[in-house]
């Protein structure tokens, strides 16, 4: 069992900055790949970013490419995710999530997920 709370969340300007946390309970987090995805109001739930166990892989969805880093501290039991040039297409509500095995970009794959942190970027 893995439980997870995510915080950062906030209102920025486009262009600007935010740092996600995602606090995980349990002894095992190290051994779970881990993703964030996002859902924006009347929309799907989409992939952001996944990162293996160890840190050592990590992908993104092509829309953040570039803007968006995901890195993990397993000795601390959180996942990251630096989000910088913010644009107002970011607005969404930002998940994180846990999976078995290796990183997925599909959120079905996943078994465990935190609650959310709202992310509003302005124009």
């Known amino acids: 069992q893995v439980q997870l709370v995510e915080s950062g969340g906030g209102l920025v300007q486009a262009g600007g900055s935010l740092r996600l946390s995602c606090a995980a309970s349990?002894?095992?987090?190290?051994?779970?790949?881990m993703g964030w995805f996002r859902q924006a109001p009347g929309k799907e739930r989409e992939f952001v970013a996944t990162?293996?166990?160890?840190?050592?892989?990590?992908y993104y969805a092509d829309s953040v490419k570039g803007r968006f880093t995901i890195s993990r501290d397993n000795a601390k039991n959180t996942l990251y995710l630096q989000m910088n040039s913010l644009k107002p297409e970011d607005t969404a509500v930002y998940y994180c999530?846990?999976?078995?095995?290796?990183?997925?970009?599909?959120?079905?794959?996943?078994?465990?997920w935190g609650q959310g942190t709202q992310v509003t970027v302005s124009s």
């Open positions: 349990g002894r095992t987090f190290s051994t779970y790949p």
């Open positions: 999530a846990a999976r078995p095995y290796s990183t997925g970009r599909q959120s079905h794959e996943y078994d465990y």
């Open positions: 990162i293996s166990w160890s840190g050592g892989n990590t």
